[in-house]
């Protein structure tokens, strides 16, 4: 059956029928339309705009956390309470994606399926220990993003397969989280690189969980492996050395017109530190203001 080349879904329902006929989800349209006037890839001839999916737009709590919507935009996730309260390095990240105009339309669903190991709301999410569902005509299902993403630009869900929702498990009372980047400029610019950091404090100020991950230094978002000796220890300087040193030593960054590698490899371990001190302290209590970048003047070029 002859399919339309544009169509809009008013429900998920439509949207996964349009998909099972060979149609490209588009929400936002800001990497997929923007990339195709670039000349990065010629736009699908068969499109099913999902935008207007009220069900995709919706931001809820539940007993075991909150499950945001996939079209929910950037805009509303940097300023959303149970996302500036409890996924702080989240809102950090949506606040800093491209301009007001990008946060406007450009989605959670959108960034996560476009796959680019430079978006910003990835190591926020693996940090948070967030499951990414999907759902086609055959099914649903639920995958971490460490299985999700599998290249640049590549992601193991089929053709078919419609991301309905990001799920984010609940978190404890004594826990922070932030996300860092260095950028050139402060608007319109994607990370040279980025990192993000999930701690939870015991009552004695004590580290009882660390997440860390890494934007911009491998094909992939990186988590980092070997953080259990951080347990059990304060958030001191020797502690964010460690961490500065163990990001350095995971990162595999490649050099490009942006950056060498060493000064990627170098950068992340700063950006990795900066995201543990912001996260212990937001553990801690203190309110730093979203996004932590503009907050701690990240980037500013009026420091002394
Ligand atoms: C000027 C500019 C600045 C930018 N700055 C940043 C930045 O600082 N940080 C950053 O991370 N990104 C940045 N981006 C990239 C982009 O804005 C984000 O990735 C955005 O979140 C994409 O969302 P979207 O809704 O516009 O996606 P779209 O362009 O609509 O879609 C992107 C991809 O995801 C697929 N898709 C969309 N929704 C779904 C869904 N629900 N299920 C399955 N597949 C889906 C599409 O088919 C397409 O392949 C920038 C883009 C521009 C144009």
Redesign the pocket.
């Known amino acids: 059956m002859p399919t339309e080349p544009f169509q809009i879904a008013g429900s998920i329902e439509d949207a996964l029928s349009a998909m099972a006929t060979g149609a490209?989800?588009?929400?936002?349209?800001?990497?997929?339309?923007?990339g195709a006037r670039q000349g990065k890839s010629p736009l699908p001839s068969n499109l099913v705009a999902?935008d207007r999916i009220v069900e995709?737009s919706t931001i809820e709590q539940n007993a075991e956390g909150v499950i945001v919507g996939?079209?929910v935009t950037?805009a509303t996730l940097m300023t959303d309470p149970l996302i500036t309260s409890g996924y702080t390095a989240l809102a950090d990240a949506a606040a800093?994606?491209?301009?007001p105009a990008?946060r406007n339309?450009?989605?959670l669903?959108?960034?996560v399926?476009?796959g680019?190991p430079?978006?910003?709301?990835g190591a926020p999410l693996i940090v948070l220990g967030a499951m990414i569902d999907l759902r086609s005509q055959g099914g649903s299902r639920r995958v971490a993003p460490s299985k999700l993403w599998t290249g640049p630009g590549s992601t193991s869900?089929s053709d078919d397969?419609?991301?309905v929702a990001v799920a984010l498990p609940k978190r404890s009372e004594r826990s922070g989280s932030a996300y860092v980047r260095l950028e050139y400029r402060r608007a319109?610019?994607?990370?040279v690189v980025g990192a993000a950091a999930s701690v939870e404090l015991n009552d004695e100020g004590v580290i009882e969980q660390v997440a860390i991950a890494l934007t911009a230094v491998a094909p992939t978002i990186v988590a980092l492996e070997g953080l259990t000796d951080l347990v059990g220890r304060r958030v001191d300087e020797d502690v964010l050395a460690a961490v500065a040193a163990i990001a350095s030593s995971q990162a595999q960054p490649i050099s490009d017109l942006r950056a060498g590698a060493d000064y990627r490899a170098h950068t992340v371990g700063v950006m990795a530190r900066r995201a543990v001190d912001a996260a212990a302290r937001r553990a801690a209590g203190e309110t730093i203001e979203v996004p932590v970048n503009r907050a701690e003047g990240v980037g500013r070029t009026d420091r002394p």
Do not use: F, K
């Open positions: 490209r989800p588009v929400a936002g349209g800001t990497d997929l339309v923007v999902v995709l996939a079209g950037h800093l994606v491209g301009s990008t339309v450009g989605t669903g959108g960034n399926m476009n680019s430079a978006m910003d709301t869900a397969e419609l991301c319109m610019e994607i990370a």
